[in-house]
């Protein structure tokens, strides 16, 4: 498992109906000791932060063997 954590900051907040639009930054612990920023959209601060966390453990996982 990868450890990391994810900082969200909002640069469009969600309207009533849509998506709201967010900078998360996930910061890994060693040995994937990383920092990847996404602008993600998401219903809300915590779907993005997962978003974020979830593309960054994809990226740095192995393939499937």
Do not use: W
């Not at 612990?29 to 994809?58: C, S, T, W």
């Amino acid at each position: 498992m990868i450890r990391c954590r994810a900082f969200v900051d909002t640069i469009r907040a969600p309207g009533p109906v849509g998506l709201g639009m967010y900078r998360v930054e996930v910061m890994g612990e060693p040995p994937h000791d990383y920092v990847r920023i996404y602008d993600i959209e998401a219903r809300d601060e915590n779907k993005a932060a997962r978003e974020g966390l979830d593309r960054f453990q994809g990226e740095f996982s192995a393939p499937d063997q």
